[in-house]
């Protein structure tokens, strides 16, 4: 008897086709949320010239002056990198503004460093310069990396498939085509549906976790099927009657392994640095894609597909049988 | 297989994974009180935007370098109060009024019209454009993961280029040579101060019709050169201008006033091609990269910069710690260890003393991969690839567990532990198998295909999955034979259960 999860196809086809599409749409409008590659932002820059004086503590009250006036006229750093001028040996310490901070704001915490500076005895006004500048990412370098990825996976998929088409026969390997098209741009669309903060060339690491993950857990459904096959009891099950064999003893094992790869990139992602957060918090929903996509959505498509394939080959078989028996027939009536 | 063999595999096994995980893992003072022993996983390469101290000398954080580009006429407000400081008198006054500061930049009034604090100069804003689109379209050749490259106030460009422990120094001659800018140009003469200009043979004439493009590569010494290919037409009018050589001259090429590369040779140029090494000194594979790209960008380039002597120069360079923190390497090490102490927490649990074989397996899963990745010099640990071995590990811990359920399944059936792992193995190897060749081979034809980030997660991710599916169909196996022989309380070793509690075998 088929499961009430399979005979919801049109259901899951809907709830697909919505993500999808408005994921391209906004895909093609917006793109992705690449916040983290900070387009345009606003890079505060201080030296101290360390050759002509090296002092800890004049560098802890610089760093004081600056939070002190930032903090005073309402601006606050997305980021602050520190390094280290190796022409002219300084240190250089770098806020990081976002784009919609006030250039005004911005200037007159300038001012405000710059005049904190000369009224403190301790600093050597001579020795620091405090500037700002606007950045504007230039961007565009993930071209080629983004359709030669793409192009990679693409390829890749088909090969896997190829393979599950000779191992499990041609119908699974349609059903896993399928499904592995559809995780990846399920999961492309999530990620530009919800403005996930992500790197440029994250979506399509994403991506490609989405088509392992959702290929694995596809041959999990296939072997069972196979397993079906084997078992005499089982062998002439109608299509829909096999695909819920098959779903019902895979469903739990897919999601066993989703939530063990949902809870290993939560506590990745979750124990990382802010930045290799971005990297690896999102793979969840490549997981989570690829198990919905493989315990609801791939059965319930699976069911059609297989008995399409399952019908062609009886005809198919029947022609033969027919013709050969024809054939057999053709030298008899002959002889006679 | 007999306790004793076993208990010698057991202990030679045990011996291997605990020298490896030494060699992997623990640093040890050298005993001089100075130096030490650093494992192997300080030597893999790590992806610039992670920052830990690691290397030869401990000095290397992560990070990565930034130089300025500024196009002439226009200097940093920085620099501005500097030269301004260093005069004096109506010096400084005559120097204040020259220059027109917009942003952080200064541009010199004599060179630059800026109205209204803007800029108005049509030609210098064209120049800048065709200069700031040749510099992207270097780097951006380059193929460097994690560069970028920012247009400053508008006029200036910044170029961040993320340092790996072998290319730690190469950023001096890539800021150097990215910069030039003007007419490419190769000069002929019997040295260089008498070398004149060969090519392109009329100034009317592009360079591009001479010069076919370059590109790098490695001979069978590993000896990197950069390959010069000329066109027919640049082949023949080489090949006619460098017929009288005597016994030596000097092929130049040069973009604007800077000279690329100065080649001597012995013979009339007779190939399309020229092979450029530099046996004294060695290019690194980085500088031949970027030679090649320099000679290439320009020998196709099709939008040359409206004057040939406009210049752009960078006036310092700065060394900056990993975009991710000084500690992001050291998080992600935390995080990998809290998920290894999950699983074995999970596999302890759930199947008893059979947690130690499954400890083993992985542990020497993870010994070989870490090796790998050590010897491997193309990969690095990035987020990328980190992630590639957490799904591996899930791959290997999810087979093994499925062999684990499918042997307690066959135990409660009624059959003795060793035909029930037989079973369990018989009947789960072609379901491992296959999610193994798979994965693998979707992993390594995205390598194959991809480029940067991708390319590397995919070869960490086959390679890894090779290991996996070796140590689940192999080694888990073998480790199960020879620890399980030891007990004679077989079922209560793997915690498994069946409602027969008699236990013979």
Sequence with gaps: MTKRPLKLLPVWLA????????????????????????????????????SVEIDPQKVSALEGICEQQFEAHNVSAAARQDGNDVTYNMTVITYVFSGDTSADALKLAKKGIDDAIKANAGLSEALISVDYYELSNVGGFAYDATWRGALGLTVGAIVALVYIGIRFGVGNAVTG????????????????IARIPTYTFAPLLFAAIAAVFSVVFWLIHCAQLRDAKKDAALRNLPSADAVSYAWENSWKKILIIAAAGIAMFAVAGGLAAAGVRLALLPAMISVAVAAYSSVLLGPALHIHIKGAFDKFFAKHKRYSGKKKAENRAAPEASEN | MGKIKSAICLVLATLIIAALSFICFVSLPAGDGVS?????????????????????????????????????GVISARAYEDNKNDKTGDEQVEYANRYVQVGGLCFDSEEITVENGKVTDEAFIANFAAAKQRLIDRYKAMNIENIRIETVDEYAVRVFVPQSPETANAYTSLFAIFGYMGDFEVLYGADEASATTVLPARPTESIGQYVDGASSAADATGANFVAIRF????????????????????LIFKIGKDTV??????????????????????????????????????????EPIPDGTFSVSYDNVVSTRAIYGDSALMYLYIAFGVCFVLMMVFFFVRYGLLGFVHMYTYLAFLLVTILCMWGISFVSLSTGTFAAVLIASLLLSASQALVYENVHKEYKTGKTIAASVKNGYKKTFWHIFDAHIVVAALSFIVYGIGITQLSAFAFMLGLATVFSGICALGLGRFFWAIMMSFTDKKARFCNFKRVEVEEND
């Excluded at chain 1, 900070?38 to 010239?49: G, I």
């Excluded at chain 2, 066109?231 to 000097?250: H, Q, Y």
């Excluded at chain 2, 004294?280 to 020998?299: H, R, W």
């Design chain 2, 231 to 250: 066109t027919d037409e640049g082949k023949t009018r080489l090949a006619s201008k460098t017929a009288d050589i005597e016994s030596s001259g000097v």
């Design chain 2, 36 to 72: 030490k022993f650093d494992p192997v996983v300080t030597w893999i390469d790590k992806d610039a935007n992670l920052g830990v101290e690691f290397g030869a000398s401990g000095s290397y954080y992560g990070g990565g370098y930034t130089a300025t580009y500024f196009p002439q």
């Design chain 1, 15 to 50: 709830i697909s086709a919505v993500i999808i599409v408005a994921g391209i749409i906004l895909m093609s409008l917006l793109g992705f949320n690449t916040a983290p590659e900070r387009a345009k932002s606003y890079s505060f820059e201080v030296r101290y010239d360390v």
């Design chain 2, 261 to 302: 590369i100065s080649l001597t040779i012995d013979s009339a140029v007779s190939d399309n091609t020229i092979y450029v090494s530099n046996p004294s000194s060695p290019f690194s594979k980085e500088a031949a990269q970027a030679l090649a790209v320099l000679i290439d960008s320009e020998a196709k380039s099709t």
């Design chain 1, 177 to 192: 085509l399928v499904l592995c098209a559809h995780d990846v741009a399920f999961t492309l669309s999530f990620l530009a």
